[in-house]
Nanobody, 123 residues
């Protein structure tokens, strides 16, 4: 039984930083594509960043150069370091796992395991 639990969200001023964590239980994260998504009310969820099993990363254009996705396989934990935060980064952030090693090119529907989310508010 795979579970994902996010933490680290909160309220921060414009230009500030936060680090989100996603602890995964029930299976190792090292073999899979892991991703961060975000959603604001009445908008579709969007992909923010992904990390593939070989460590390759990819980012949405809106966060490139500001966000960094990483993972600690020993701790089975996924991270999202968010710097230079903007008001438009305000959203509920979710981590997710896809049942395969690659992220790039795969739609959201391919991610079968999701956390409950952590709220990030930038003002």
């Amino acid at each position: 039984h795979v579970q994902l639990v996010e933490s680290g969200g909160g309220s921060v001023q414009v230009g500030g930083s936060l680090r989100l964590s996603c602890v995964v239980s029930g299976d190792s994260i090292s073999r899979y594509c892991m991703g961060w998504f975000r959603q604001i009310p009445d908008k579709e969820r969007e992909g923010v960043a992904g990390i593939e099993s070989d460590g390759s990363t990819n980012y949405a254009d809106s966060v490139k150069g500001r966000f960094t996705i990483s993972r600690d396989n020993a701790k089975n934990t996924l991270y999202l370091q968010m710097n230079s935060l903007k008001p438009e980064d305000t959203a509920m952030y979710y981590c997710a796992r896809r049942d395969g090693p690659y992220c790039l090119g795969y739609p959201e529907a391919e991610y079968h395991y999701w956390g409950l989310g952590t709220q990030v508010t930038v003002s």
